[in-house]
């Protein structure tokens, strides 16, 4: 049973919003490279702020004097991503390095959302609304109608108008319980699914737009920590823990390749989580000794491309259901004026 402290703290998560998430990061990033250490950083911010962003700080702070990293604070009051990109580079240490990467990372992330459900948004609320309209023409019009001749003489359009209707006044609860697994369904499928079947799929989206992000912050992590001269090895168990299933999954097979015997680390590196067109340019790079940096640039150009990915995808599904809600309001009109037509003309 939670307790009134466990749910005031729920709320302030709730409320600690990408905008307050970002903030927080620049304020604490910027501390360190001015020499402040971590923990007197964040307890700086939390002298500072107010709300949502003093609550974070003060449960990250109480994490730190327990002995824990920065990044178990960070848990619960950021997206897990950000969680597993500032624990890499804390482990590693490169933790301004990581942080600036996390707040790049949160920054596009937020664009290409803010992005996606403004192209959705307003097409789906007309198809809600038109719903909507279709269950107050049930008890409006077609109640009138249905008052003059019965529904199984009607036009088989209105037919269907009006069992639409009543599925949707009936089972509307149904409806939002189905939207709503189904998009969990969708999320495990995604951090979940490995092996041969993963790879045949990974080359169409949701797939294709999830590996693209997870290889972009593969990358990007990788490169950060091999730049501060960790060894490739211990870099891949580093990122290993805390992974999403299909993360370590590759990492796993990665770790197989090193154990044995690959001496080239674009052999080792393709798994499939990173695109052929980046492994081709890393294979160049990793017979030279800008391999390093190719990585960093590599893993910042497809997190680039896989947010103007996200927001193209959007405008896509926005434009497909816009066209849905048009041909839907025909639909009605004709629907209507079809049965009207017949009810009048006895």
């Known amino acids: 049973m939670l307790t009134t402290t466990a749910i005031k703290k729920k709320l302030n998560q709730l409320l600690f919003g990408r905008s307050e998430q970002q903030a927080f990061l620049e304020d604490i990033t910027n501390l360190i490279k001015d020499g402040v250490p971590a923990p007197q950083a964040i307890a700086t911010v939390q002298e500072l702020a107010t709300g949502s962003t003093k609550e974070a700080a003060k449960d990250i702070l109480e994490k730190i004097s327990e002995g824990q990293f920065v990044s178990d604070g960070l848990a619960g009051w950021f997206p897990p991503a950000i969680v597993e990109i500032i624990r890499s580079g804390e482990q590693g240490g490169v933790l ?4 600036t990467a996390a707040i790049k990372f949160l920054t596009q992330r937020s664009s290409a959302i803010s992005s996606l459900l403004g192209s959705v948004a307003y097409p789906i609320t ?3 609304i038109g719903l909507i309209v279709s269950v107050f023409l049930k008890h409006s019009v077609f109640t009138n109608f249905a008052a003059i001749k019965p529904i199984n003489t009607w036009p ?5 108008l009006m069992a639409l209707a009543t599925f949707v006044e009936t089972w509307w609860w149904l409806i939002i319980v189905i939207i709503f697994v189904l998009g969990i369904f969708i999320r495990q499928t995604l951090i979940n699914l490995t092996g041969k079947i993963r790879n045949a799929v990974d080359i169409i989206p949701p797939f294709s737009l999830y590996r693209d992000y997870t290889s972009a912050r593969f990358m990007e992590t990788l490169g950060l920590m091999l730049t501060n001269n960790i060894t490739f090895k211990h870099a891949l168990t580093i990122l290993q823990h805390n992974a999403t299933r299909y993360l370590a999954w590759h ?16 052999d080792v590196l393709d798994t499939g989580v990173i695109k052929q067109a980046d492994m081709l340019r890393l294979r160049v790079m990793a017979k030279g000794k800008g391999f390093i940096q190719a990585l960093l640039h590599l893993g910042a150009q497809s997190l680039t491309r896989n947010t103007r990915n996200i927001i193209k995808s959007g405008k896509i599904i926005g434009a497909i259901v816009l066209a849905i809600d048009a041909s839907f309001l025909a639909f009605m009109i004709f629907s209507v004026y079809g049965v009207g037509s017949y009810v009048g003309s006895f």
Do not use: H, K, P, W
């Open 96 to 99: 301004t390095q990581a942080m």
């Open 126 to 128: 007309v198809f809600i």
């Open 156 to 160: 088989e359009d209105g037919q269907i």
């Open 251 to 266: 990492i796993y097979l990665m770790q197989f390749r090193l154990s044995s015997g690959r001496e080239n680390i674009a």
